[in-house]
């Protein structure tokens, strides 16, 4: 993982898109990753870390009624794709402006969908939505 991002800073990216000996891509480099292809929303079905934001995007995707699914991706079907982003635990749901120094989808910002599932998750988690209240007590 290290090393793909050495590689991406060397060819001036910020974030490295790892693939598997198939050509498949499994994640970015410590992030999930998504594209939008004609309306539905797709991630890798294997290889992947199965992280928990990864997962609350399948519910945020679900409470919006738009179409998600895990299934092999090719690197060069990010660069076709209407939206593009990547999730993490820190960031939650961060949207991607270009793939090999191209913009998504022409377009010179964040997309639509991006945006949405981005401030309904951080709407969600500042009601409490999968947290875990912690009482902190003093000792005597």
């Given amino acids: 993982m290290q090393?793909?991002?050495f590689e991406a800073g060397d060819r001036g990216a910020e974030w490295a898109v790892l693939t598997d000996e198939a050509g498949f891509i499994t994640e970015a480099a410590g992030?999930?990753?998504?594209?939008v292809a004609n309306g539905v929303v797709v991630t890798p079905d294997a290889g992947c870390?199965?992280?928990i934001t990864r997962e609350s995007v399948f519910d945020l995707c679900a409470e919006l009624?738009?179409?998600?699914k895990s299934t092999r991706l090719r690197a060069d079907e990010l660069g076709s794709a209407q939206e593009v982003f990547m999730t993490t635990t820190a960031g939650s749901v961060m949207p991607v402006r270009s793939?090999?120094?191209a913009l998504v989808a022409?377009?010179?910002?964040?997309?639509?969908l991006s945006i949405r599932l981005h401030n309904l998750y951080w709407e969600k988690r500042w009601s409490g939505w999968?947290?875990?209240?912690?009482?902190?007590?003093?000792a005597a």
């Fill in 130 to 138: 999968c947290a875990t209240p912690v009482r902190y007590e003093l």
């Fill in 3 to 5: 090393m793909a991002l």
């Fill in 31 to 35: 992030a999930n990753i998504f594209a």
């Fill in 106 to 112: 022409d377009r010179d910002g964040p997309g639509e």
């Fill in 99 to 101: 793939v090999d120094g």
């Fill in 49 to 51: 870390l199965e992280g």
């Fill in 65 to 68: 009624g738009l179409p998600v």
